[in-house]
């Protein structure tokens, strides 16, 4: 049975492949498992509809016959479970490849999404500078331990897995940021991952929407 993810039909993020469908559209091309995809504006993400399959009223969600999920960690982790390719065999190499997928989401994440909402909705405010410069260094706080235990590798842990999947997702939210540049070996990391034909395959499925809407509006 062919799955059904939804996404924006006009995201925010404006073509940059940073809407969390991305992680979904990109595990689902590693895999080699074909998709289907419904478009949704924000005001049907808050209708009867959707709020069925995401309580929340965001994207992306996932649905394959009666089984239906939300949260892009959750859906990814399916994913790997259900398919060869983003989780290792051996059992140890196997949890912590869901441990990465776990610190990219709960430890990594959080101060990053924290830095845009602030540059979006609080760079009027007469506390902003000193915010921005609070954010980072949270920022940096998570980014140096994760430099240092990359160092020269390819990937977190051996083969790329389903942790490098949303870490490396996580941290495109810092591109242009200068963050990055501070650490060249993650920003080396990040290309890896962009080079990856699965990925490419991903972004430009998610770049035609993009596309799509910019004709239409």
Request: charged residues 25%.
């Amino acid at each position: 049975m062919i799955p059904t993810i939804t996404a924006f039909k006009a995201s925010p993020d404006r073509g940059r492949g940073l809407a969390r469908d991305m992680r979904v559209r990109w595990a689902l091309e590693e895999v080699g498992q074909p998709y289907e995809v419904r478009l949704v504006t924000f005001e049907e993400m808050k209708q009867a509809a959707h709020l069925a399959l995401h309580p929340f009223g965001q994207i992306p969600t996932y649905e394959e016959g009666d089984l239906a999920l939300f949260e892009s960690g959750a859906i990814v982790f399916h994913l790997a479970q259900r398919h060869a390719g983003l989780l290792p065999c051996d059992a140890g190499a196997r949890a912590r490849a869901v441990t990465w997928m776990f610190a990219a989401l709960a430890t990594v994440e959080p101060p990053i999404v924290e830095r845009s909402m602030a540059i979006l909705t609080e760079s009027d405010k007469p506390w902003a500078g000193e915010r921005h410069a609070m954010l980072e260094a949270r920022i940096r706080a998570r980014l140096d331990p994760l430099s240092t235990r990359l160092g020269d590798a390819d990937w977190l842990d051996g083969d790329f897995s389903a942790g490098d999947v949303m870490m490396v997702h996580v941290l495109q939210r810092l591109g242009g940021s200068g963050l990055l540049e501070e650490h060249p070996n993650l920003a080396a990391y990040i290309a890896r991952a962009e080079a990856r034909p699965a990925y490419r395959r991903a972004f430009e499925a998610q770049y035609a929407v993009f596309v799509a809407a910019s004709a239409g509006a």
